[in-house]
């Protein structure tokens, strides 16, 4: 039977744009491209956490606005955006988790990909707000590894343990109820609007129902938009 390959190579440089509030599947479905296609995932988040692990001078000054919940500063995320992209392994394409989140990103993105070569395509994860507070509170991350897992979705094996290196597990800083909500009411004020940015600059707009679906149909629907990208 014609079993599809579990892997497959991007025809031209392609930056992969996930776009989505917080709690949307955009590292989940980052992880399923990442395997799919063998580029690598960059999550401003994750570079900006782990210069909070650090300790370093980025670290200490982003620390406090990050545990709020608040943006931090576009020429910072921009900067580290043009660093990582210009790496080895970035040169076939990549997927951005997470970026950009304001129109000044936005604006820079585009120049960013031109000055590699790349072009873009923005998959937005339209997940319903109810679904996405229940998602976000049930989040624990492994300390050491980074690996995420839902109490409900995607529990560990044993609770409270990570599957791969057996560190208790914990719940994110801004993942507490209080900054979730700031993060969905930045998301909603600073980020969303880049929809209509998206709209008029690229024809390389997917829009996913997220909601319902469980993450495998929902990469599912992502692998099938992006076919034309792609060759086995
Ligand atoms: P995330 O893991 O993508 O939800 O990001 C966690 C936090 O990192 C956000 O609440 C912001 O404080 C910061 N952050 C991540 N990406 C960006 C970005 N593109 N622009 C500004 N701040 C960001």
Known sequence: MGEEPATARLTRPTAIILFGSPGSGKGTQSKYLVEWLRIPQISTGDMLREHIRAGDAIGLAIQERMRAGSLVSDELVNQLVLERIHKPDATGGFIFDGY???????????????????????????????????????????????????????????????????????????????????????????????????????????????SRDRPEAVFERIKSELKDLVRA
């Open 100 to 210: 950009p989140r304001t129109p000044a990103q936005a604006e820079a993105m585009l120049r960013l990909l031109s000055g590699v070569g790349a072009g873009e395509v923005v998959i937005h994860l339209i997940v319903d707000y109810n679904v996405i507070i229940a998602r976000i509170s049930g989040r624990r991350a492994c300390p050491k590894c980074g690996t995420l897992y839902n109490c409900v979705s995607r529990p560990p094996k044993v609770e409270g343990v990570c599957d791969l290196d057996g560190a208790p597990l914990v719940i994110r800083d801004d993942d507490r109820e209080e900054v979730v909500r700031e993060r969905l009411a930045q998301y909603e004020r600073q980020t969303q609007p880049l929809i209509e940015f998206f709209r008029a600059v690229t024809d390389r707009l997917i829009e996913v129902d997220a």
